[in-house]
C-alpha cells in the first residue's frame, strides 16, 4: 500500500472538514433547544462539546501545513530570512483581523457607525488588502485598492468607540480574538520549525516544553506575575507544534506505510495518556484551556488526520469532499464570509421563523448555512476572489 503523489490532500481536505465544523458551531448561537453537547461547555465544568474540538483542531492543522509550506518557499528559492519575514508579515495580519474582531465584543451602540456598518466595513478592508490579485492585475490598481484597505482600517479605528456610556474605551487587544491567538502561536512555532532546518529533535523538545509550561500554568508553579506574552498558557502553541510534529512524521514517512501508522498512532495514543491521566488535576476545559483538553483535541486531531491518509492519500477518494473543497484552499475567505451575512441580516432585521431555529430543524439550519457559506467561497474563488496571507 503505497500512498499517492498528492500528499497535502489528506491536509486540505482535514482543514475544509475543520473550517465547515466552526462555521457550523459558530452559528449554534441562532439556535434554541438544541443538544448540550453540541455546544461550549462551561468554564468550570469538566467536560467538552463538539464545538470545544474545532478550533484546537484549526491550530493543529495549521502545524500541520508549516513542513510542506516552508518546503515549498525552499524549493522556491527563498532564503531562511526571506521565510522569516514572510511568517512575520502573515502572523500581523492574523493578529491585525484579530484585533479588530475582538473589538467588536465591547462595541458601544452610541458609536459613531452602528456595529453592523463597522462589521461590513473592516470585512471589506481586509478583503482589499489581504485579496490574492492575480498576477496580471495592474499593480498601481493593486497598491490602489491596497492602500484604500490601509486607510478605512486607519479610519474606522480612529473612530471606534467601546465600552458603555459611562465608561467608553478605545480600542484594546483583550484576548486578540480567534485569528489574533493562531497568529502568535504560528509565529512561534513557524519561527522555531524554520531556525531548527526541519530537524525533528527541536520539534520534539519544543512539543514537551510547550506541554510542560501549559502543565506548570496550570498548577500555578509559575510566579503570578511571570506573563509570557508570545506564549501564553502554552495551549495554543502546544497544539500548533503537535501539528508541526505530526506533518513532519508524515512528511519523513509516507513512503513508509507501517513506520507511518505506528508513529501517528503512537503519537495520538501518547496525547490521551497524558490527557487523560492528568484530567483529575485540572479536568477538560476549552475555557480554561487545561493540557488535558490540549492533548486530547490533539489526539482527536491525529485520528482524523490518518483516517484522511488513508481516505484520501491511500484511496484516492477526495473527490468525496468536492463540495466543501473550497474550505480547504480558501480558509480565511471562508471565515470572514459570515462577518458581512450576520451584519446585514441585523441591518435588516430579518431573522428565519422560530421553528426553523429550533432542535434539530435547527440544526439541519446550521449545517445548510455551513454548505452555503463554503459554496459561496467556491464560486467567489472561481473568479479570483480569495484572501491570500
Known sequence: MTIK?????????????????????????????????LEH?????????????????????????????????????DSTFEILKHIG??????????????????????AILSK????????????????????????????????TGILMLIILAAIYKGGDAAHPTWMTHQWWGILGLIGWAYLL??????????????????????????SAFHLNYLPKNLHFWLIGDGSNATLVMG????????????????SLWLLLGGFALLMFIYGFSTRPLWGISKLRSTPSWTTICSGITL?????????????????????????????????LLPYIHYPIFTLIGWQLPEILRTGGIGI????????????ITGWLEKRKIKLKL
Not at 470545544?52 to 522556491?76: C, H, N, W, Y
Not at 478583503?127 to 499593480?139: A, G, N, T, V
Not at 439541519?364 to 459554496?375: D, E, G, R, T, V
Open 5 to 37: 503523489s498528492n500528499r497535502l490532500a489528506s491536509i486540505d481536505v482535514l482543514r475544509a472538514l475543520t473550517m465547515f465544523l466552526m462555521i457550523f458551531v459558530n452559528d449554534l448561537w441562532t439556535l434554541i433547544g438544541i443538544p448540550k453537547w
Open 41 to 77: 461547555v462551561d468554564v468550570n465544568t469538566d467536560g467538552m462539546g463538539l464545538a470545544d474540538t474545532v478550533f484546537p483542531a484549526f491550530l493543529f492543522i495549521v502545524g500541520l501545513s508549516i513542513p510542506f509550506a516552508v518546503e515549498s518557499r525552499l524549493k522556491k528559492g
Open 89 to 110: 508579515f502573515r502572523s500581523l495580519a492574523l493578529l491585525i483581523i484579530g484585533f479588530f474582531h475582538v473589538n467588536l465584543e465591547t462595541y458601544n451602540p452610541e
Open 116 to 147: 453592523p456598518i463597522w462589521e461590513i466595513l473592516i470585512t471589506i478592508a481586509f478583503f482589499l488588502i489581504w485579496l490574492s490579485y492575480p498576477k496580471d492585475f495592474d499593480k498601481r490598481k493593486k497598491q490602489l485598492l491596497q492602500g
Open 189 to 214: 512555532c513557524s519561527s522555531i520549525y524554520v531556525l531548527s532546518k526541519g530537524n525533528i529533535v527541536p520539534v520534539i523538545i519544543s512539543l514537551i516544553a510547550l506541554i510542560a509550561i501549559n
Open 243 to 258: 501539528g508541526i510534529l505530526a506533518g513532519l512524521i508524515y512528511k519523513k514517512n509516507s513512503d513508509k506505510n507501517s
Open 303 to 335: 485520528i482524523a488526520f490518518m483516517l484522511l491518509i488513508w481516505l484520501v492519500d491511500i484511496k484516492s477518494k477526495e473527490n468525496w469532499f468536492n463540495s466543501l473543497k473550497p474550505a480547504g484552499t480558501a480558509t480565511l475567505t471562508a471565515y
Open 364 to 375: 439541519i439550519k446550521c449545517l445548510l448555512y455551513s454548505l452555503i457559506i463554503i459554496l
